[in-house]
């Protein structure tokens, strides 16, 4: 699997590369065809630093081989930066700054269309606005400014503006976007500055920024700023970070531990917009470092019932960077966003830095687990029985199962 630290420098490289806009057309790779009409897609590494894609219509089973059953991915390395809808994968080719749609046929993962997205080195968050519609928002560090794209899925072309945030200052040479949300038809948008001189030196502002903006303006109208935590939410391609309620509230966790923002004196929280409000709720803060659990975390998933699932790393058990990734050391906590309380799963230590690994569906949850001692499988627990047991194991030669989505 890659290394954090090459992830980081992989970051800062895109951060810094002088990009071109390319031509406002659509590359049309072949005939549009609709996809196949499996339920989920299971993205795994093996040893041998091969990617394959696996499609089932269950996650229940006895095993699956990824390099029998499955789709080579090329080029490889995906799998921190896909977005996956409806049968579909999208990613940017951040070398030429271009969006582009696959599909797996026929054993292939095919290139379907393409569209140019100036500006754009890396996506660091993503919405659906509509079923075929979605935005996408980064940091461009050629114009120190933040721009977003609003893909047509269907038919591939774009319209592309900028977001009026304010740029990185002082010390400060980069910038990330946690998270947006769409509020009362305007857009909020969760942000932290960065400095990235150096890998030594990569860290995070001491403060949790939001901005309110017009939308489709994206003019800022004010700006919330909190200093109980830094780095809200996180590049979303790689993992969730916030999620709404059934009441409507939106809940996001900030990701200060070394890994992401690099600023571990500041704990991992969760914060809270109430329904229909542009402000962070003064009464709520979960300070998910103070409780039992007593480290940082990365990924948040919410499975219902005001319950939501944090992966956290354990101190002690890796000596940095260079080893976060490969150690296994990650639980997995079910909160209890009401009382602010954790319990910790009943599943052995994890691995892997940043991975989609978490799916709900119909009130069972799916999570996949990268073991050096159990091996790979996905795993289901029910919140409402609090039944755990292993299920599908994901066998042969592997290393990783990366991510883990809903295709239909």
């Not at 390395?77 to 070398?95: E, P, Q």
């Not at 292939?108 to 606005?129: C, D, H, L, Q, R």
């Not at 990734?325 to 009401?338: I, M, R, T």
């Amino acid at each position: 699997m890659t290394s954090v630290t090459r992830d980081v420098i992989f970051r800062i490289f895109y951060f810094i590369l002088i990009v071109s806009g390319l031509p406002g057309c659509v590359n049309e790779k072949q005939k549009e065809e609709t996809p196949g009409k499996k339920k989920y897609s299971i993205y795994a590494m093996m040893k041998d630093g091969r990617e394959y894609i696996v499609q089932t219509d269950s996650l229940t089973g006895e095993t699956i081989f990824p390099e029998r059953q499955g789709t080579k991915v090329v080029p490889a390395s995906l799998y921190y930066d896909l977005i996956v809808r409806d049968g579909y994968y999208y990613r940017l080719d951040w070398k030429t700054s271009t969006f582009i749609k696959y599909s797996v046929n026929n054993n292939s993962f095919t290139e379907k269309a393409s569209v140019p997205v100036a500006g754009f080195s890396t996506i660091e968050n993503y919405n659906w606005i509509s079923p075929d519609s979605l935005m996408l928002i980064g940091y461009d560090q050629k114009s120190a400014k933040v721009r977003y794209a609003k893909i047509q899925v269907k038919d591939m072309t774009s319209t592309e503006g900028m977001v009026h945030i304010s740029p990185p200052f002082g010390a400060f040479d980069w910038m990330s976007i946690g998270f947006s949300k769409f509020v009362n038809g305007k857009l909020l948008v969760g942000y932290a500055y960065h400095s990235t001189n150096n890998l030594q030196s990569f860290t995070t502002s001491d403060t949790v920024y939001v901005d309110v903006l017009t939308y489709p303006g994206m003019k800022a109208i004010r700006t919330i700023k909190d200093t109980q935590s830094t780095y809200p939410g996180g590049v979303n391609t790689r993992q969730p970070h916030s999620f709404t309620d059934e009441k409507g509230d939106f809940y996001f966790i900030t990701c200060p531990g070394i890994a992401l923002g690099n600023n571990p004196s500041k704990p991992t929280g969760i914060y809270r917009i109430r329904q229909s409000e542009e402000h962070l709720d003064p009464d709520y803060f979960f300070n998910v470092s103070a409780s039992p659990i007593q480290n940082h975390g990365y990924g948040f998933w919410y499975i219902g019932n005001g319950k939501a699932i944090v992966r956290t790393e354990t101190k002690g058990l890796f000596t940095g960077m260079k080893d976060h990734y490969k150690v296994a050391q990650f639980n997995f906590y079910e909160l209890d966003l009401a009382t602010k309380t954790t319990t910790r799963l009943n599943l052995p230590r994890d691995k892997g830095t940043a991975r989609q690994c978490v799916l709900v569906e119909q009130g069972i949850v799916y999570i996949t687990v990268n073991s050096d001692s159990e091996g790979s499988y996905v795993w289901t627990y029910n919140p409402e029985t609090k039944d755990l047991r292993k299920s599908l194991k994901v066998g042969g030669n592997i290393d990783y199962i990366l991510r883990l989505d809903q295709l239909n």
